[in-house]
């Protein structure tokens, strides 16, 4: 995609799964983004000029997800004077917990917004809601979009109402 305004890393293609939620935001925001594999330990290179040359092309924030050691957000903040959103991906062993705390754990003044394990699609929320502080537009549709969650659970509501909790559940 032509001047992204986020970039979607990752530490290895097993993340895109976890990953894609922040792509499918930035799609349904219609935010021009790129996506690219860079492994913190398998290529730290690549690593040190993407992060260090982001802003130049014109990059606004930076979702990087990982798993296991999970370094790629936290070393990408320490390169790059943008916004860094860590997004912890699960891993087998620990569930993502280890992800998560290699993630949050960040020292003074090298910050990284962290979401919960696994929950790309609030790490794509945040940065549309980073770039809708300078963009009324897109702020509109930030709106919009969150009216239409607050009917969501309304409708929920009725439903419920209507079929009392046990008929309910049963058509969860």
């Avoid at 492994?39 to 993407?50: C, D, I, L």
């Avoid at 969650?149 to 046990?166: I, R, T």
């Amino acid at each position: 995609m032509q001047n992204p305004q986020v970039s979607i890393i990752m530490g290895s293609d097993s993340d895109l799964p976890t990953m894609q939620g922040a792509i499918a935001i930035c799609q349904k925001f219609e935010i021009s983004h790129e996506v690219a594999i860079i492994s913190a330990h398998r290529t730290p290179e690549r690593m040190v000029e993407f992060a260090k040359t982001a802003h130049t092309r014109g990059i606004k924030v930076i979702i990087a997800g990982a798993g296991g050691a999970a370094h790629l957000p936290g070393m990408v903040a320490a390169l790059s004077p943008l916004p860094v959103i860590g997004v912890p991906v699960s891993t087998r062993q620990l569930s993502g917990v280890d992800s998560l705390y290699s993630i949050v754990q960040m020292p003074k003044g090298i910050p990284v917004a962290t979401v919960a394990i696994g929950n790309a699609d609030n790490a794509g929320l945040l940065a549309v809601q980073i770039l809708a502080s300078h963009n009324p537009d897109l702020l509109q549709q930030v709106i919009t979009y969150r009216q239409s969650l607050a009917e969501m659970v309304m409708e929920k509501q009725d439903k419920l109402d209507e079929l009392g909790s046990e008929k309910y559940l049963l058509q969860m």
